[in-house]
């Protein structure tokens, strides 16, 4: 096979971004995933540093989400104006670390999705194993070692120009035509598709099947609350959703590019038009760092209840009428609580008997109303 036919990917995508899809439409999706993204995950920063007293490997591991989420969104504004433009005005040493905020906290964020959901799958499901003796000690190694795992990969990225294009007409993106780029970078761009891929796929894999087996394990442990059983379901199947909904465009449209960079080279059409739905794609991505907020943080009572002490008075007086309404029911049977804090209500006994207490059985993290089970996201 000859290489006379190699596609010019540049000048092509040069025009594509001056379509009205990509000039007109893009920019606003990008705009509302910054304006949610930021306004969810700075709350979300708030309230781990200024609300939250008790850390555990949980928190640690959603405040570094969130930080990879924030980071991501972040590197939206100059993608946005360049999209506005039609034109990359910001030189080459941004172009640079733009790209390299874009696809490290990219992958930071799915790779501490997938933490978190091998965390909690240990501690609803396997309560007693020694996973779940994690310190906070271990959380903060396991965290540096997740960014560690992903920054590595994108450093070479730092060290080439990515500006394409002459005078006005120039932008800032991760793709390579099939002629005018460098060994190096068709290297570098070959293992970017790789980690895609890879980073959906595994990812996905795990969110699937802790979700299945906490779905399973809690609604053959907990017949008696299914309201909150189902809560749960829900969560673990909104957590899958939006995964496949914002990265799995990405992974599709990066694999047609790869498949007709090796096999069919001579189709430029084709080759254009997934690298059109590549760069649309991205947009996908950063929605998913709008949504983290909603999914891992304000879901859990801990956190709404931070968020709603910093609220004033008049505005918290429709949250606690309903959390004292979700908490009727299920305070109904209760025992009645003794005026001092801490004791337990002894049985009635008859006049010089020994005083005695009821039993207390052990009672798993999960099955608390302050575990997991009331909200999936509620781990210690």
């Given at each position: ?14 025009y ?5 899809f ?7 999706v ?13 709350v979300a920063?708030w ?19 969130v ?14 104006d ?9 030189g080459d ?6 790209l ?9 964020s799915?790779?501490?999705?997938t ?13 007693h194993?020694?996973?779940n003796?994690m310190?906070k ?9 997740v ?25 800032c993106?991760f ?19 790789i ?11 795990m969110?699937?099947f802790?979700?299945i087996?906490?779905?399973?394990f809690?609604?053959?442990r907990?017949?008696?609350k299914?309201d909150?059983v189902h809560?749960?379901m ?13 990265f ?6 990066t ?5 007709i ?8 059409t084709s ?6 739905l590549?760069?649309?794609s991205?947009g ?15 879901s ?6 931070a ?11 429709g ?33 010089g008997?020994?005083?005695?207490r009821e ?22």
């Amino acid at each position: 096979m000859t290489h006379q036919r190699h596609c010019n990917i540049y000048s092509k995508i040069l025009y594509l971004l001056r379509l009205p899809f990509q000039g007109k439409i893009m920019p606003p999706v990008l705009i509302i995933d910054v304006i949610l993204g930021l306004l969810g995950n700075l709350v979300a920063l708030w309230i781990f540093c200024f609300k939250l007293k008790a850390w555990n490997p949980n928190s640690l591991f959603l405040f570094n989400l969130v930080i990879a989420d924030f980071l991501a969104l972040v590197s939206l504004p100059l993608r946005i104006d360049a999209l506005l433009r039609s034109h990359w005005v910001f030189g080459d040493g941004m172009c640079r670390i733009n790209l390299f905020l874009m696809f490290s906290n990219r992958s930071a964020s799915i790779a501490l999705m997938t933490v978190v959901a091998i965390y909690r799958y240990f501690k609803v499901v396997h309560p007693h194993h020694r996973f779940n003796r994690m310190t906070k000690r271990q959380a903060v190694f396991v965290s540096l070692f997740v960014w560690l795992l992903v920054i590595t990969p994108r450093v070479p990225m730092l060290a080439y120009n990515h500006i394409k294009g002459t005078g006005n007409t120039t932008q800032c993106f991760f793709f390579t035509s099939y002629k005018e780029a460098s060994r190096a970078i068709i290297i570098l761009v070959a293992m970017h598709r790789i980690l895609t891929v890879l980073e959906f796929i595994f990812p996905m894999a795990m969110l699937l099947f802790c979700s299945i087996r906490i779905s399973s394990f809690l609604k053959e442990r907990c017949m008696g609350k299914p309201d909150k059983v189902h809560k749960a379901m829900r969560v673990c199947i909104a957590i899958v959703a939006v995964f496949m909904v914002c990265f799995l465009p990405t992974t599709v449209t990066t694999i047609g590019v790869w498949i007709i960079r090796s096999y069919r080279p001579w189709d430029c059409t084709s080759f254009y038009r997934f690298t059109q739905l590549s760069i649309v794609s991205l947009g996908l991505n950063f929605l998913n760092s709008a949504l983290d907020p909603i999914i891992y943080i304000f879901s859990s009572s801990m956190f709404r209840k931070a968020l709603v002490g910093a609220l004033p008075c008049a505005l918290r007086c429709g949250q606690d009428a309903e959390d004292n309404k979700t908490s009727s029911s299920g305070t109904q049977t209760q025992r009645p609580r003794l005026s001092k804090p801490g004791l337990e209500p002894a049985t009635f006994r008859l006049q010089g008997e020994l005083p005695t207490r009821e039993p207390r059985s052990p009672s798993p993290r999960w099955a608390s109303s302050e575990g997991w089970l009331a909200s999936p996201l509620e781990i210690g």
